[in-house]
């Protein structure tokens, strides 16, 4: 079940709200807690015992963390590998056995583990071993409940693509049992949840079809367009990727919202981002901050020296893009981020903070390059082919007939990837006739793309 389906706007969502106000405060995490596993298990049961063998031991394990506090650190240890085992396993036991085939000509058996990860796992694990990790450092104490843990790690709002908000921000709503969901909360996070929705379907999906009818079945083929048209397409595959998963982390917010949780936004406008370095502080902004917290100042951060420091953004660049996906381009991806903060963490970056113009243009070109690498795992998408076809000019198909097709969705992707749809919002806050006009349009539009849609699943989804 997805957000963006007639199943989850008509069915699920009214009654699973309807259920959670109605029920005393005492109970509502218990209900929030079985409406997560509904929602987790709507396409299958089959991972059900692997979330609930995750969810019990660490319940367990956390409490035992917090008991026996000179084995922390080793009790972490162990907890971290059993969640990271299981991440890995789902997630790239093939990728590692076809690396080590190709490499030593062994033939190993690749795993029968199915095509489709378990929901979210990329996300929850991410949760479970910050939960983790708090606790062994004593910013929390572990949760003695464990309808409110098993509640936490399974928030609905958040299985699909996160945001990966950590326990210590969400307990003292899990455990206000009175004043959780008010009449304010439950405003914002509906214009949230409409304006994700939109952002989703309306531009995303619109948007997307272009780079779908370059390198798509039945699309005219990488090999066949010109270079105009190949930055083309590349450019409404960003435009899409980030409406597209900016739009869903809104939704999670919104419903988050609705059901009394603030969570902070996952992104800020990242294409007006005047260096890579501020793309990356607007960007998925929950994972660089896990990134950051668990791995980056653990190891040392900028404390130990300059060189400390690269092989320290080195381990978290490279964490960075396994984590994304079981495929070289993904690592590839990842260390060509390092490189260029590297860069502008040697020398460049005061020079982007004097300018003006420019420094938006070299963010923008470098993310537009990254995300023709971050797309090469797609048959359609060969990177060498796609760099070829971008950085060569090349004869082909014209990219007038997509641009007249696709003009006005690429136009309003890049207006709403800006600051001004916010700005005009606020400006109305006082029109109240005004705003209640408009989210209806908004809201009335996207069902209406929504009901003629194919309920396409978040991109972030996948990864």
Not at 70 to 75: A, I, K, N, T, Y
Not at 105 to 124: F, M
Not at 144 to 159: E, G, N, R
Not at 308 to 323: F, H, Y
Request: hydrophobic content about 55%; proline content about 4%; overall charge positive.
């Amino acid at each position: 079940m997805v957000f963006n389906s007639v199943v989850f706007l008509f069915g699920f969502l009214p009654l699973a709200l309807l259920l959670y106000y109605l029920v005393p405060g005492r109970l509502k995490n218990a209900v929030l807690l079985l409406e997560s596993l509904a929602f987790y298990c709507w396409t299958g049961v089959q991972y059900l015992p692997l979330i609930a063998f995750l969810v019990v031991f660490n319940y367990i394990w956390g409490v035992l963390e917090e008991l026996l506090t000179r084995r922390r650190p080793l009790l972490l240890t162990i907890s971290v590998l059993v969640n990271l085992a299981a991440l890995v396993y789902f997630k790239y036991a093939n990728f590692l056995i076809d690396s080590l085939n190709s490499l030593t000509q062994l033939g190993i058996a690749r795993l029968d583990i199915g095509a489709v990860l378990p929901l979210g796992i990329s996300y929850y694990i991410f949760k479970i071993i910050s939960y983790q990790a708090d606790i062994c450092s004593e910013k929390i104490k572990a949760e003695k409940d464990p309808v409110t843990f098993a509640a936490y790690v399974l928030f609905f709002p958040q299985l699909i693509v996160g945001p990966i908000i950590k326990y210590r921000d969400m307990a003292p709503q899990l455990h206000n049992t009175r004043d959780r969901c008010t009449a304010a909360q439950a405003q914002t996070g509906c214009e949230l949840f409409v304006f994700g929705l939109a952002q989703k379907v309306i531009l995303a999906d619109s948007i997307g079809a272009l780079w779908s009818d370059i390198i798509g079945t039945g699309g005219v083929g990488l090999a066949q367009v010109s270079t105009p048209l190949a930055w083309l397409g590349i450019l409404a595959y960003s435009l899409q990727l980030y409406l597209d998963f900016a739009g869903f982390s809104a939704m999670s917010n919104g419903l988050a919202a609705m059901l009394g949780f603030e969570c902070a936004a996952n992104f800020d406008l990242p294409y007006i981002s005047g260096s890579i370095t501020e793309f990356w502080r607007r960007w998925h902004i929950s994972l660089s901050g896990w990134f950051r917290e668990y791995i980056y100042i653990p190891l040392g951060g900028n404390r130990k020296g300059a060189a400390r420091q690269m092989l320290n953004m080195l381990a978290v660049w490279a964490a960075t893009g396994i984590w994304h996906g079981a495929s070289w381009n993904f690592i590839v991806w990842g260390l060509y981020y390092f490189v260029l903060l590297a860069v502008e963490k040697q020398f460049l970056l005061p020079y982007l903070q004097k300018g003006r113009v420019w420094p938006h243009l070299y963010t923008l070109f470098f993310v537009v390059v990254g995300w023709g690498i971050f797309t090469a795992n797609q048959p359609g998408a060969p990177l060498g082919l796609l760099l070829q076809k971008l950085f060569v000019p090349q004869g082909g198909i014209s990219a007038v007939y997509y641009l007249r097709n696709y003009g006005v969705f690429l136009l309003l992707g890049c207006v709403f990837s800006s600051a001004l749809p916010r700005r005009l919002w606020q400006k109305l806050e006082r029109c109240t006739p005004v705003r209640l006009v408009l989210f209806a349009v908004v809201a009335l539009l996207s069902v209406a793309y929504v009901v003629a849609a194919t309920n396409a699943t978040a991109l972030y989804a996948n990864f």
